[in-house]
């Protein structure tokens, strides 16, 4: 039995890269185990939104994703006879630096975040399966099998990144409760051969059957096809796994059968994909923890697997580096290490019950056979057609729909980690709420606020008049930035994840000290690397 990591994260997709990396910015010795042997699997998610973007970018790689995104999607929405486009448009969302949805195939997103990884010395260790796994109270011990034999370990806390089927839940034995869809998702990467059919943006299709959409994203071919239809359960394969081939016959039946013109020259690969709808009991028990697919499973509807799943690595990834990391020694003793773990599952859970319900009302609309949503789609949603480009003209109308899908409204006020010092911080954000971005000065030339922000770690935001900090009141995870545009003496402490935990009106030192020992960044003799 070994011990030399504070985190295993299993699973190599976006949630486990984006946790392992936010773990070791945060001080953890991390190792991250995957049990495919090959990087490369086809794309199931398609696009990152705003808030993601937000959390990833004090990691250093939104450049790097951006780099493989379209940033301008098009789309024509395919209503009966009628054929309504939407183009880039400034969107109403001044207060975030990535104002856009941006269209990017997942595996560029794992190619991204695992070069990230080993640029700081971390591997995939890539067919190596996590086989049984137990928590031992102070410590989980994790028996690892790969090509060169079986290995226990033994380490602080384990993060389950691993899926649907995760062993990290079935270890710890955490409720999975929720059932599966009645449709299933169809996906394939084709070449077609339809004379003009030269758009090269996306192509949706809402018919009484279900959706159809075609990407301009195919990684084996030029377009990714995504269907629903009717389930019938019979082949057998993991939900939310490519399943079985679908015969070329069938899938040039889904495009007849949405009023496309167009043939399928060449079927690159295509796969059936059972589907449902799962949350986990909780998020945490003892040193093990879950994220991603493996806490909750959602439909394809408006775009949340990776996102979500991203946004709980970042949510967890500082926390469990500040516990185990080299500032591991600063929480307010074995209470205040538990409240920090435990604000996981208190932050994210409720998150996750919500997006819940946001994703399965999508989906019935979009997909359900039902009598009812069948009809939205082949009847009403024509006959609405006309109105379809006077909404999308409202730019605060689509931005506050961009808003609530990717996440942007979220805040934890509830959190034990938000905490209001006295007096109140007034015209600020609420210890919880999300930092919004905004042009500051602080001394020069006025910069946006995230981009002076975009490092790992906590960031002290001092009022203009506040009073200097102490050098011995914070610890090497913690930057002090004096806002000269913002008149007051207040003070505000932001999370590595662009929340708020701490703000006052005036100087506390105790309030402020108190809240940087409970996350663990209060002052150590660590070094920041």
């Not at 808030?51 to 024509?76: C, I, K, M, N």
């Not at 082949?235 to 899938?251: K, S």
């Not at 997909?367 to 006309?386: C, D, I, K, N």
Request: aromatic share 6%; glycine share 12%.
């Amino acid at each position: 039995m070994t011990e030399a990591v504070d985190v295993l994260v299993v699973g190599a997709g976006p949630t486990g890269l984006t946790l392992a990396l936010q773990a070791h910015e945060h001080g953890a010795h991390v190792r991250i185990v995957e049990r495919r042997p090959e990087a490369f699997r086809p794309s199931r998610a398609l696009i990152l939104h705003p808030r993601t973007l937000e959390v990833l970018r004090p990691l250093g790689v939104t450049d790097a994703l951006l780099g493989f995104a379209d940033t301008a999607p098009t789309a024509r929405l395919h209503l009966g006879p009628h054929v309504v486009r939407a183009g880039p448009a400034d969107l109403a969302l001044p207060d975030t630096a990535f104002p856009h949805l941006s269209l990017i195939r997942q595996m560029d997103v794992e190619r991204v975040l695992a070069a990230a990884l080993a640029d700081r010395g971390v591997e995939v260790e890539r067919g190596t399966e996590l086989v049984a796994l137990r928590d031992g109270g102070r410590g989980a011990d994790a028996v690892l099998r790969s090509g060169t034999g079986t290995e226990v370990i033994r380490c602080p806390f384990v993060a389950g990144c691993d899926g649907p089927d995760s062993t990290v839940r079935a270890g710890a034995g955490i409720g999975w409760h929720g059932r599966p869809y009645a449709v299933e998702a169809v996906l394939a990467d084709i070449d077609l051969g339809r004379e003009g059919f030269g758009h090269d943006g996306a192509e949706a299709f809402a018919g009484r059957q279900g959706l159809l959409l075609l990407f301009p994203l195919g990684e084996r071919a030029p377009w990714r096809l995504l269907a629903t239809r009717a389930s019938d359960g019979a082949h057998g394969a993991a939900f939310g796994q490519a399943g079985p081939a679908v015969p070329r016959a069938e899938l040039q039946r889904l495009l007849s059968d949405a009023g496309l013109d167009a043939r399928i020259e060449r079927l690159a690969w295509s796969a059936r994909v059972p589907l449902q709808y799962r949350m986990a009991r909780r998020f945490r028990r003892g040193r093990l923890f879950l994220a991603g697919d493996a806490a909750h499973t959602y439909s394809p509807a408006t775009g949340q697997g990776m996102n979500a799943g991203i946004q709980d690595a970042v949510n967890l990834g500082w926390k469990l580096g500040f516990a185990a990391g080299p500032s591991a020694g600063a929480p307010a003793g074995e209470l205040g290490t538990e409240v920090l773990l435990d604000s996981y599952d208190r932050e994210r859970r409720p998150v996750a019950c919500r997006r819940l319900f946001l994703t399965h009302a999508a989906f019935w609309a979009e997909a359900s056979t039902g009598r009812v949503p069948s009809w939205l789609r082949a009847v009403a949603a024509p006959r609405g057609a006309p109105a379809v480009p006077v909404l999308l003209d409202h730019r605060r109308l689509v931005a506050e729909g961009i808003r609530v899908i990717s996440q942007l409204r979220v805040h934890y006020r509830n959190s034990p980690l938000s905490v209001e010092g006295t007096p109140h911080l007034r015209g600020a954000p609420r210890p919880g709420d999300r930092l919004p971005d905004a042009t500051v000065s602080a001394g020069g030339t006025p910069q946006r606020l995230h981009a002076l922000l975009a490092r790992p770690g906590v960031h002290l935001l001092l009022q203009r008049d506040a009073d200097p900090l102490p050098d011995a009141s914070h610890g090497p995870y913690v930057d002090v930035l004096r806002l000269m545009n913002s008149p007051g003496r207040g003070l505000m402490a932001v999370r590595p994840d662009g929340h708020v935990g701490y703000a006052s009106g005036a100087p506390d030192a105790a309030g402020l000290n108190g809240w940087l020992a409970l996350i663990g960044a209060a002052a150590t003799s660590a070094c920041r690397p």
